[in-house]
């Protein structure tokens, strides 16, 4: 018998089995009605500082938690519990990013019971987050004004693959050659119509508006047809 | 560096449809990568003979094409020998 070469179509999307793992933890937690929000940064633009403050307020009325993704150790999962709610850290290894079987994964061990909100912070990283879906119901990118007013530029696919913009310690604003209307134009640019909402942590400008938009989204879901 | 995941899964994807055919020895696997799917070509193709290690796709080569403005990240074909 001779081997014949040919050539078989297939048509599979290489990240099927995390989409698909996705896919079925969105299912779970739409009928939970447990609204998702994932993180996604560069280092040190201020995730966790952002999400422990964001978490000591909806924990005052709302059933919160949250997963917190680093290549090494559990810094950010004990600042994040000094909020007084249920929190797991999820070590990567030297993984640049989270998938959807981590989470799933993470949940379990947490096993948080019945959640308003749940917040996956992911490893600080531009790139590779992107490609991965974590079944969020929302993808919040963060930037801070001590980083470039380009960032959106040098990295389309991040604020391609989210749904919000954050921009990070406002109250530092001027301490560098950060310019406000340039970096919301290049928001604009890459993803025209993209809600940006400008904030400090530190000082609470803006924190009332990311709090509101936090709640609005949830009640937007809920209203959703399943 | 999440290319190998992707190359991962790939050779999962390739090996499922392999399978499904009964077998077969696969000389390569062609891609569609999209410029916009956030995934560096070149990274790619560095990792995708460490991810068929072990796998019914080693030894197999990679074929790439290049699509402009798409995030597709699609297996379309494999070459095989049966």
Known sequence: MTLKTRLVEVRANALKQNDLAARALRRKFEEAGTFVVSLVSSPGAGKTTLLEATLRRLRERRRVAALVGDLATDNDARRLARAGVPVRQISTGTMCHLEAAMVDRALDELAPGPLDFLFIENVGNLVCPASFDLGEALRVVLFSVTEGDDKPLKYPTIFNSSDVAVLTKLDLLGAGDFDLGQARWNVEAVRPGMDVLELSTRTGTGWERWIDYLESKRDQAKERPK | ?82
């Open chain 2, 1 to 82: 560096m999440h290319e190998l995941s992707i190359a991962l899964g790939i050779v999962e994807a390739v090996a499922e449809a392999l399978d499904q055919r009964g077998g077969g020895r696969v000389r390569s696997v062609h891609l569609r990568l999209g410029a916009l799917s956030g995934v560096a070509k070149q990274a790619l193709e560095s990792a995708y003979p460490l991810a068929c290690e072990g796998s019914p796709l080693e030894g197999s080569s990679l074929v790439v094409l290049d699509v402009a403005e798409s995030r597709d990240l699609e297996v379309t074909a494999m070459e095989l020998d049966e």
